[in-house]
């Protein structure tokens, strides 16, 4: 069973900065493009960021350039370092593979306030 466990979430202001964490499955982690996902309150799911095993990186329109997609392949984690906030960024943030397995973790609420 895959196990996904989010963290680093929290309550930001405007313009500031968070980093999240996620510890994926080491099998599931290694072999699997890993992404950032986030659902917004009355939003459906999307994703935001990617990563393959080498490193490779994609963002949406919407967050490139302020976010920093990572992986550190010995620890099975992937980051997201988030700059610049702004309240549509608001939202629970999970880690999955690309395309999304069926099982999620329970993600990590981040706030952020105007």
């Known amino acids: 069973q895959v196990q996904l466990v989010e963290s680093g979430g929290g309550l930001v202001q405007v313009g500031g900065s968070l980093r999240l964490s996620c510890a994926a499955s080491?099998?599931?982690?290694?072999?699997?493009?890993m992404g950032w996902y986030r659902q917004g309150p009355g939003k459906k799911r999307e994703l935001v960021a990617g990563?393959?095993?080498?490193?490779?990186?994609n963002y949406s329109d919407s967050v490139k350039g302020r976010f920093t997609i990572s992986r550190d392949n010995v620890k099975n984690t992937v980051y997201l370092q988030m700059n610049s906030l702004k309240p549509d960024d608001t939202a629970v943030y999970y880690c999955?593979?690309?395309?999304?397995?069926?099982?999620w973790g329970q993600g990590t609420q981040v706030t952020v306030s105007s």
């Open positions: 999955n593979r690309i395309p999304f397995d069926r099982d």
């Open positions: 080491g099998t599931f982690f290694s072999s699997n493009v």
């Open positions: 990563i393959g095993s080498g490193g490779t990186t």
